[in-house]
């Protein structure tokens, strides 16, 4: 990927089960990178793979962004919970997971998401797009067992 690219080359849209392999992909390649920032999945590659085709792509609001018609970045809401954020490691620090945070914020008054205490990028990321830490966990209720955060951000909408 050439790391020139403009950022509006950037399209966002609708992730769809057509996505599934794509979007699974982008989360796999994501989480093997932070190793050390994160915990290890708890899940298998294909495990993984069955979840996105069958349960998030068909049951969450799912979306993609596109960089050079390839898909580098996923966004999963479900309501006003940001349940997944994932940029390709290639992507990372070239706009795609601020823009993917700014469409997840339209129309919406409040976001809560949860990420790692460990993951200080997404931490800082989330801080400097507005996100405060409202909540800290000691893992016991997250599959890998790893101290979290919960985040809020809150519009102008209440």
Excluded: C
């Excluded at 919970?81 to 795609?96: F, I, M, T, W």
């Amino acid at each position: 990927m050439n790391a020139g690219a403009a950022v509006t080359a950037i399209t966002i849209r609708r992730g769809t089960v057509d996505d599934a392999a794509a979007v699974a992909d982008v989360y796999l390649a994501s989480r093997r990178a932070a190793v050390g920032r994160i915990p290890r999945g708890v899940h298998t590659d294909g495990e993984v793979r069955a979840w996105f085709a069958s349960t998030v792509l068909v049951e969450h609001e799912v979306w993609v962004t596109e960089l050079e018609r390839r898909i580098v970045g996923i966004l999963v809401l479900r309501g006003d919970s940001l349940d997944q954020l994932y940029v390709r490691p290639e992507a990372q620090r070239r706009g795609v997971g601020s823009r993917l945070l700014a469409h997840a914020k339209r129309g919406r008054g409040r976001l809560r998401l949860y990420t790692f205490e460990a993951n200080e990028p997404a931490r800082e990321f989330y801080e400097k797009h507005g996100f405060k830490p409202i909540a800290f966990g000691d893992g016991t209720t997250n599959e890998e067992g790893a101290p979290d955060v919960l985040y809020e951000w809150r519009g102008i909408l209440r």
